[in-house]
């Protein structure tokens, strides 16, 4: 079975910050990769996702993530941080040969502060 | 389009009540799925359903059930609610295929006192 590692629970940055947050997944095979938002008071939301090819894959809101196989890896980017970032972000992982469930990482808080 | 719809949004429920979270997407998708969400320790999937009339447990099923008698509707049932069943409860639903977007609906804030 899948699993997804997130290792930074709090994240505190000040506006203009750069941002990583760091994801690790465990699954031998092919994956598709996901990162998702909840901003406060709202639902989860899609903030970019990996299936296959470029291992750069580009966001909405100026979020980049990328996927270094090797490393089993998955970290999601920001050269900027906005205090309107402020979030919950879960990483997520699906094998697409399981029963396309998506397993989601315990999440990071990220605080920006203005 | 609503997309995902849940009621309530909040509930309180004295410990051994029974009680249904309601969910229902007017997208047409095929999958849809129940996670609780924990502080510290992200989604975890419940039950979810390939379709009308199927339905599979998750991680955490143990405490809940579900049905799928239409596309629209999944409910999650608890029958007798224990105090590790607070939680935020999300449901979500995707179309199916290579589409694996999930949409979500706005949770249930749920407390078993």
């Known amino acids: 079975a899948q699993s997804v590692s997130q290792h930074n629970h709090h994240v505190i940055l000040s506006e203009a910050a750069s941002l990583e947050l760091g994801c690790n997944y465990s699954?031998?095979?092919?994956?598709?990769l996901f990162w998702y938002v909840q901003y406060p008071g709202q639902h989860l939301q899609l903030l970019l996702k990996?299936?296959?090819?470029?291992?750069l894959v580009k966001g909405i809101k100026g979020f980049e993530a990328e996927f270094i196989k090797s490393k089993f890896s998955f970290n999601l980017r920001k050269p900027s941080v906005q205090w309107s970032d402020t979030a919950e972000y879960f990483c997520?992982?699906?094998?697409?040969?399981?029963?396309?469930?998506?397993?989601f990482g315990s999440g990071t808080q990220l605080t920006v502060l203005p | 389009n609503a997309g995902v719809t849940q009621t309530p949004k909040f509930r309180i429920l004295k410990i051994g009540q029974s009680m249904t979270l309601q969910c229902t997407q007017d997208?047409?998708?095929?999958?849809m799925y129940w996670y609780r969400q924990d502080p510290g320790m992200g989604l975890k999937l419940i039950y979810y359903?390939?379709?009308?009339?199927?339905?599979d447990k998750g991680e955490v099923p143990n405490g809940y059930n579900v049905s799928r008698s239409t596309t629209e509707d999944f409910p999650l049932r608890l029958e007798l609610a224990a105090p590790s069943q607070t939680s935020v409860y999300f449901c979500a639903s995707r179309l199916g295929g290579n589409n694996e977007k999930l949409f979500f609906g706005s949770g249930t804030q749920l407390s078993v006192l």
């Open positions: 997208m047409n998708h095929n999958y």
């Open positions: 990996y299936f296959s090819g470029d291992p």
């Open positions: 359903s390939v379709g009308a009339g199927i339905t």
């Open positions: 997520a992982v699906n094998a697409p040969s399981s029963a396309r469930q998506l397993t």
């Open positions: 699954y031998g095979g092919t994956v598709n």
